[in-house]
């Protein structure tokens, strides 16, 4: 192993990696005007937590905030080496991870799956919120099972949430990762509640095409908000 890749994968860079992208993503967070809509979701979400808040990849960076301070959270984080960089960011937010992958197809037994899963339920069983990028890894903006399946098995919930700022950096990789930059307008657009009840095949292949259709939607309607034009990454 290089010089380099062993600094990369030490736990000292990587917590003062995780600490420094933290406290990046709050002066990002405090210092861009920001637009809720609906303006009323915290009130109308009262009677419904925990939810599982539906994201795409590469545009969870701003997540955190939209937690208040009486809501107990979650997210799914990867095991990988960029995963363990993001738990510590995270947890320096107030936000517990739970670390695992979604799967193609809800294959569920990949990169830690299964227990990941029941971790998940688990939380939700606790009175946790669950936040978790919708779209399975190198497969970008495109849903897959996992989120249902976790909504139908908890009978929670699922609410489409997308943040974004108008000041930011957009990177050429497949999940089309954004960084908002500060001193700009920020958007938080949350969906309509997706409830899964318990069914199979073709019925749940339905319920996995509204997750991604709401996605789209408060992604679309985020920048529409920033910066008056639509874009949902594709």
């Not at 799956?113 to 978790?132: D, I, K, P, R, T």
């Amino acid at each position: 192993m290089s010089l380099l890749k062993r600094v990369l994968a030490s736990r000292s860079f990587q917590k003062a990696f995780g600490v420094a992208g933290a406290e990046y993503l709050r002066l990002v967070w405090k210092t861009n005007r920001l637009v809720l809509e609906p303006p009323e979701i915290y009130e109308r979400m009262k009677s419904e937590f925990p939810i599982i808040i539906a994201m795409w990849h590469g545009q969870h960076f701003l997540m955190p905030f939209v937690r208040r301070p009486e809501h107990r959270a979650k997210v799914l984080v990867s095991r990988h080496r960029d995963g363990e960089i993001n738990a510590i960011a995270a947890e320096r937010l107030g936000v517990g991870t739970i670390r695992g992958s979604g799967a193609h197809f809800g294959e569920f037994s990949r990169k830690g799956g299964v227990g990941a899963f029941m971790e998940m339920l688990a939380a939700l069983e606790q009175g946790y919120s669950l936040a978790l990028t919708a779209d399975v890894p190198k497969v970008s903006r495109v849903a897959g099972l996992g989120i249902v399946m976790l909504a139908r098995a908890s009978g929670r919930p699922i609410l489409p949430v997308a943040v974004v700022t108008s000041r930011r950096i957009e990177l050429k990789n497949w999940d089309r990762t954004t960084i908002g930059l500060p001193f700009g307008r920020a958007a938080a657009v949350a969906g309509d509640l997706i409830r899964v009840p318990e069914v199979d095949g073709d019925a749940l292949e339905t319920y996995r095409k509204q997750v991604e259709e709401g996605i789209n939607y408060v992604t679309r309607r985020s920048y529409e908000i920033v910066d008056g034009r639509t874009n949902d990454g594709r």
